[in-house]
């Protein structure tokens, strides 16, 4: 249960509300076990639902209109979040593209803004006990105000089940929907990068994915037969076109989004070590993303130069943990952007990809920076400078270590 004194302390309290029953849930058992006044924060990040029904549910459940917050998060979340990410190929575990993780340092962000405008002393979320989010949401919170309350409810009331949480719903007059009166099939958090989905019906890593889990993407299999080929415009790492039409991040994002899921593109069944200690199995959709992911490389294998290329996906692997453990606001992982905003600086031109059937692959890649000299890479006589036989001596010097082991392993056999 809640600390005595944390709860006497409590004033006013910032929730990240979604308008879904947890959350209304969490809103009422927050003005009865702390007496405090709720102030509700709703985020529109491209989940796709009307945000509307939220501010009335609020107003339902009695909190004063000026209490109650709904922002357009979108072009600050692809600009200021997303974008950055997908400059560092970030990826967790050789798959993950990171959707809720990214997600999770904006809503803290502005939920620590809301609280210091209203004068709250407290944040709460609905994240439970055991997943990656409560971590994500509270790293945040005490990086951006190290002295605020947080409240976590999962982990101190006793609301363990869906019968209890029904139950207490109905006590409290709080509507609920009828497709909430039994068992979800399984939890889904969605937002303008992906859609994620688990527990219940995937909680079993041995079973497929039913079809009826998938929402932003197509079938494969059923995709069109006639492969959609398109262009993306890169400046400083950054996409800024499709095929030569200018967009606002989030437009743009939006748009990759909808090209990928008429191709089905961007679905991921993944079983992945969360934070705290446990695997969990999950299914992603993440259309835009995972069609940006391999235009961003396109178009950086002509742009950056080796070493910095290879120091980059020498640091992905650390940035990405970074991110996927919620440490957005540390240090280091400043440290990291800052190294990898300074590799962005000639990642400029154009990416022709080819969206075909789940696939999507590099088939053209342009910049006026470009690294890749067709003189020097010709198997005919070039017109710069690269004598055959300087390579000779470049391989002598690179084996000598090799032959220096090879001699000892020879004599060590002769004196045997």
């Known amino acids: ?15 990240a509300y979604s308008g879904g ?70 990826v967790y575990e050789g798959q993950y593209l990171l959707g809720t993780s990214i997600a999770r340092p904006l809503i803290a962000k502005k939920q620590i803004e809301i609280a210091e405008k209203v004068g709250a002393d407290a944040v709460a979320h609905g994240a439970t006990g055991k997943g990656n989010d409560q971590v994500r949401f509270e790293l945040a919170y005490y990086a951006l105000k190290p002295d605020v309350t947080v409240i976590a ?21 709080i509507p609920i929907a009828k497709d909430k009166r039994g068992d979800a099939p399984f939890s889904v958090d969605a937002n303008l990068l992906h859609s994620s989905s688990e527990g219940k019906v995937l909680e079993d890593p041995a079973q497929d994915v039913p079809d009826y889990v998938f929402s932003r993407t197509d079938d494969p299999l059923g995709a069109p037969d ?64 995972t069609i940006l992911l391999a235009a ?49 600086e000639y990642v400029t031109g154009q990416v022709k990809l080819r969206l075909y059937k789940g696939n999507v692959a590099v088939i053209g890649r342009e910049s006026k920076y470009s690294l890749y000299d067709q003189d020097l890479v010709t198997f005919e006589e070039g017109a710069v400078a690269y004598d055959h036989r300087d390579a000779e001596g470049f391989i002598k010097l690179n084996a000598l270590r090799l032959r220096t082991l090879a001699q000892r392993k020879k004599k060590l056999k002769l004196d045997r």
Do not use: C
């Open 226 to 289: 006639k492969p959609t080929v398109i262009s993306i415009d890169f400046e400083r790492g950054d996409p800024v076109a499709i095929d030569g039409k200018k967009m606002s991040p989030a437009t743009l994002l939006t748009a990759l989004n909808a090209l990928g899921k008429a191709n089905g593109i961007g679905r991921l069944d993944l079983v992945e070590n969360r934070f705290v200690g446990m695997k969990s199995r999950g299914m992603y959709e993440t259309p835009g993303g």
């Open 21 to 90: 029953l947890d959350t209304s849930i969490i809103l009422k058992w927050l003005q009865q076990t702390y007496g405090a006044e709720v102030v509700t924060f709703t985020a529109d990040l491209g989940q796709g639902e009307e945000l509307e029904p939220a501010r009335k549910k609020a107003q339902l459940l009695g909190i004063k209109d000026e209490n109650i917050f709904i922002e357009d998060l979108r072009e600050e979340f692809v600009r200021d979040y997303v974008f950055p990410m997908f400059r560092a190929n970030a």
């Open 1 to 15: 249960m809640a600390n005595v004194n944390a709860k006497k302390s409590v004033k006013k309290v910032v929730l």
């Open 296 to 344: 961003h490389r396109g178009i950086e294998s002509i742009t950056l130069d080796r070493g910095a290329a290879h120091l980059k996906d020498e640091l992905m692997p650390k940035y990405a943990e970074l991110v996927y453990y919620g440490f957005w606001f540390a240090p280091e992982r400043e440290m990291l952007q800052a190294a990898i905003d300074r590799s962005q």
């Open 153 to 173: 409810p999962w982990r101190e009331w006793n609301l363990t089940s869906r019968t209890r949480l029904i139950e207490f719903a109905e006590q409290h007059q």
